[in-house]
């Protein structure tokens, strides 16, 4: 995989133990894709699955000083305020804390906490293309691959 000066600084642990963890693990995506090089972001969203796993890795990044350079935004899935209050849903006391603790490692990491699947709706500025639901964004890569890879063999234009 090609990398930029930048890049290759921050593998090497130039930019901190975090940042080189965080880019290994970019690279070594990169590479099971067999992706050519990375490319610049202006935004990025964060899945969270309400796993054990979500606060392991955002823990460990913490630890090794890692912040984001591109503020990402959040899935729900650990919002405290959805089982406090009026409203509230069942939780027990270590679910509760186990929320708590995942908010605190993505907000150290410097996520914005927004716990919304739409992250457009949560943020400033303008999206060219917006999707919120995963069928919706199948779909679209699976155009977005037809158009790129299509031929006058393989398709009829009548």
């Not at 089982?83 to 679910?95: Q, V």
């Amino acid at each position: 995989m090609i990398l930029n000066d930048e890049q290759k600084a921050m593998l090497e642990g130039k930019y901190g133990e975090g940042a080189a963890y965080a880019m290994k693990i970019q690279v070594g995506i990169g590479e099971c894709f067999d992706a050519q090089r990375m490319v610049p972001i202006k935004r990025a969203h964060v899945a969270l699955s309400n796993q054990d796993g979500d606060l392991w890795f955002a823990e460990k990044l913490v630890k090794a000083g890692a912040r984001c350079r591109v503020a990402p935004t959040l899935n729900p899935g650990f919002c405290t305020g959805h089982f406090t209050g009026a409203c509230a849903h069942p939780a027990d006391a270590e679910d509760i804390a186990h929320m708590i603790r995942t908010d605190n490692a993505y907000r150290a990491l410097g996520a914005v906490l927004s716990y919304n699947c739409t992250p457009y709706i949560a943020t400033k500025g303008s999206f060219r293309r917006a999707f919120f639901h995963s069928e919706t964004i199948y779909k679209r890569r699976k155009v977005c691959y037809i158009r790129k890879h299509r031929s006058k063999e393989n398709f009829s234009y009548e």
